[in-house]
């Protein structure tokens, strides 16, 4: 596995569950309905995208010289930050403004399972 990468998506995946745990024991009598549900829409999507970044741990391992996945790596890492992150502080503060940053990190998500795609299509040409 690649190092880095590993550790971005280990990272990651504690952080989610850390922040699901704490969403679900110390704030559903704290935040709205509402606020809850972006809360846990930002733990679903960052859970997942943790994992998403262990499988391009897996590809680098396998690829190290394909930088494609060295992009698709940091960019899913990014929009776990940008998209989660700004859903966790919308929630927790009602900053509405935040909502504004989670499309950029939807974009990032999407963007790095492009870069994927790419690349499987360009591994699975060569082979």
Known sequence: MHPV?????????????????????GLQDILTPDMLAV????VTYQMWHALGLGL????RAQHPEVNLLKYAAWTMFSGIILFSGSLYLLSLSGLKWLG????????CFLAAWVLIMIFSIKFFKSN
């Open 100 to 107: 504004m940053i989670t499309p950029i990190g939807g974009v």
């Open 39 to 42: 809360y846990k829409t930002a």
């Open 5 to 25: 990468t590993l550790f971005l998506c280990a990272l990651c995946a504690f952080i989610a569950v850390a922040m699901g745990a704490f969403g679900a024991h």
């Open 56 to 59: 391009i741990a897996l590809l």
